[in-house]
């Protein structure tokens, strides 16, 4: 017989979040929202070739990212997690850059902004969540930084999951598997993705202690994420986190959803709005009032248009780029081809 | 062959930093030194700690610098270098081990979506100091997937490196070399070789090879290929074991007149395009033997750098002696498929005897 894994009892910061923090959940929910529906409006304009909104999952990834220790974590996205580079004061003109395809990393400086670069291939960062973890093991800090991973249903049939979450339990390594389980792998439900329903159950088999949550309430997210952090940092080893959330939208702007799945199907599926139960609570709690929800409002389309500005305005990278960014130490072949381009170009 | 070596070289048993051992303690011993070095550097694989690895290279290593600097992993390729990546994001100097060849295909998405663009991805932020440590190459009558010549396809992805020792004294600075690098290198180790010795000379990467007696070695430089015997006729252009092997070629050669000169081009990316055209412009004749597959080999890249360089002054086309396009063979057959001694002599002969029609 073996026993369910089960989290370490949390620390004594697990204090309930003050009316302050219930807010600032609230803004950064509100700036998300605008900021996600903007960009596929940016797309529908010719502003930028495409994006993958998160529609649906503001909570999911504003109330884990908010979680994050940006002077010890560093998370690792895919590139879905717009509301977790956010959540975490990234450069959101930066972070949006990689949909203008200027960089495909993202403008944003990853080491400063403990916030890997952009990942395109599903669950090929999870590894390097492990590998990231089991560094902070080897330097021996205490209350260690912990790497938290992000990744979806879809995702969670990689390979590299299974190895990522072997290798985790095996070496102890703080890491956070957060996985967003919002329905949908492009055309495919969770239902025909993911044997046995549930990612979070396939925790128990490493001996890692997983807890499912409501993905759609941010307060929750949070104290799960919270908990699940505290563990980490104590070596107890990785915890899986699975926030069952909704994508509401497509899987990109180049996705047709009536393809897959019908209208009513959606309604249905994608269940309360996060943002707007959200609102409701802070009223019914006294936490807000409406002159604070349309602040917020205004705050959030004062920064699309901030960030939209400054999309605008991004021109091109230089190509030299192309070829001086492959290497730390450039090959000869490389640097002639750097020279040829430039001639036949005529850049030079 | 090392007895060959140690002829062509000369190497003096007075020098006291110069060694002969196998090629196996000299990438063990170089290992060694680079964790004494590098606090941030570690080594880890499928039982490279307790056991010290299935060949031996990281014998007693997990002894002398404890369990975190060397340690085993559970036996899955694509999260050894994908873990690779994040203790490199962390700012370590990982050296991890892919066990055989064949089982680097695993972690094909780790080492060509990962490994090689981070750097690139995260705009140089995020550089990938990694040294992937594979036996490479055939000849030891293995088991299937354990005799692979991957270097064409390591050398066509962007951001990548390539390396392959053909000598105890190249394995050990070379691999102290490429651990240093801040960029991803991939080492290939030609496993048929690990228990063939020769001289290392441990305080110099300088060879003390009789072209570096007479003044002309390019050995010393650790970034490109090396004559390891200098010849008037024709060039024969190798790497990982096969540069033993057109050494026996080169002495049978001799006692029909024929001065051959071989070319270690140790470096597969970047292939060092001078020393080809060096040598081959002073030869006029070429011939690349590798045990990869013909059909878009490194050969053909070999090929073509000498036909840019030296097409006028070519006296044949660039001959390929190489294995088949076929799946590794058992052991039984191995023998036909690596280029063996007398196939190289009818590439040879055909260049040689080439009239222009």
């Known amino acids: 017989m073996t026993t369910e894994p089960v989290l370490a009892a949390v620390d004594d910061d697990a204090a309930p979040l003050t009316h302050h923090q219930l807010r600032e959940l609230y803004t950064l929910m509100a700036a998300v929202r605008h900021l996600d529906t903007a960009a596929v409006a940016w797309q529908r304009q010719g502003i930028i070739p495409g994006y993958a909104p998160e529609l649906g999952q503001e909570a999911a990834q504003v109330g884990s990212g908010y979680a994050v220790d940006r002077s010890r974590d560093f998370v690792f996205p895919t590139y879905r997690e717009m509301g977790v580079a956010r959540a975490m004061g990234l450069d959101m003109v930066g972070y949006m850059s990689t949909h203008k395809a200027t960089w495909h990393g993202g403008m944003y400086n990853p080491l400063e902004s403990r916030f890997a670069p952009i990942q395109a291939v599903v669950a090929g960062s999870v590894l390097h969540a492990v590998g990231w973890a089991h560094g902070q093991t080897l330097s021996g800090a205490p209350e260690m930084g912990v790497a938290m991973t992000y990744f979806g249903d879809g995702a969670s049939s990689q390979g590299d999951v299974h190895e990522a979450m072997n290798f985790a339990a095996v070496m102890k390594a703080p890491v956070v598997f957060f996985i967003q389980n919002n329905g949908w792998a492009i055309s495919v439900p969770t239902e025909r993705q993911v044997a046995g329903g549930s990612v979070a159950a396939r925790a128990a088999g490493y001996g890692i202690p997983s807890l499912q949550v409501d993905g759609n309430d941010v307060v929750a997210v949070f104290e799960a994420t919270r908990s699940a952090f505290a563990h980490c940092r104590a070596g107890n080893g990785p915890v899986v986190i699975e926030a069952m959330t909704y994508r509401r939208g497509p899987h990109s702007t180049a996705d047709d959803p009536g393809r897959y799945r019908t209208l009513d199907e959606e309604r249905l599926g994608a269940g309360e709005d996060p943002l707007e139960r959200f609102r409701q609570r802070l009223l019914a709690d006294g936490v807000a009032d409406e002159a604070f929800f349309m602040e917020a409002q205004r705050l959030a389309e004062e920064e699309e248009e901030a960030v939209r500005a400054g999309i605008e305005v991004l021109g091109p990278r230089p190509g030299a780029e192309m070829f001086s960014l492959v290497f730390q130490e450039p090959t000869p072949t490389l640097q002639s081809q750097a020279t040829a381009w430039r001639e036949e170009s005529e850049h030079v | ?357």
């Open chain 2, 1 to 357: 062959m090392s007895e060959t070596i140690t002829a062509l070289t000369g190497t003096g048993e007075t020098d006291a930093n110069v060694q002969h051992m196998s090629m196996q303690l000299a990438l063990n011993r170089a290992l060694d030194e680079i964790l004494a070095d590098n606090p941030k550097s570690v080594i880890f694989g499928e039982d490279c700690g307790r056991l010290g690895g299935v060949f031996r290279i990281t014998d007693g290593l997990q002894s002398k610098h404890g369990e975190d600097r060397v340690f085993d992993t559970p036996l899955a390729e694509s999260g050894i270098l994908g873990m690779s990546v994040g203790l490199a994001m962390a700012g370590f100097h990982p050296i991890p081990e892919v066990q055989f060849d064949g089982f680097a295909y695993p972690a094909i998405n780790q080492i060509v979506c990962q490994i090689a663009r981070m750097n690139y991805r995260s705009r140089g932020t995020l550089p990938m100091p990694i040294t992937l440590r594979v036996p490479s190459f055939g000849g030891i009558r293995a088991p299937e997937h354990h005799g692979e010549s991957l270097e064409a396809l390591f050398a066509h992805v962007p951001g990548l490196k390539v390396v392959s020792p053909a000598t105890p004294h190249d394995a050990y600075h070379l691999l102290k070399y490429a651990a240093t690098r801040p960029d991803p290198v991939i080492f290939m180790e030609p496993k048929s070789r690990y228990w063939q010795k020769g001289p290392v000379n441990l305080a110099s990467a300088d060879m003390d090879t009789a072209a570096h007696d007479a003044g002309t070695d390019s050995g010393g430089n650790l970034t490109g290929a090396r004559v390891v015997r200098e010849g008037r006729h024709l060039t024969l252009v190798a790497w990982g074991a096969m540069v033993a092997r057109c050494l026996q070629v080169a002495e049978l050669a001799a006692e029909d007149g024929i001065d051959v000169e071989v070319l270690d081009l140790r470096w597969l990316k970047p292939i060092d395009a001078e020393a080809l055209a060096t040598s081959v412009g002073k030869t006029r004749r070429a011939v690349v033997v590798h045990e990869a597959p013909l059909t878009s080999g490194l050969g053909a890249e070999v090929a073509q750098l000498i036909t840019q360089s030296c097409f006028a002054t070519l006296k044949a086309p660039v001959e390929r002696v190489t294995g088949f396009d076929v799946p590794y063979p058992s052991g039984d057959l191995e023998d036909e498929y690596i280029p063996n001694i007398d196939r190289i002599l009818f590439g040879i002969q055909r260049v040689l005897e080439y009239r222009r029609g």
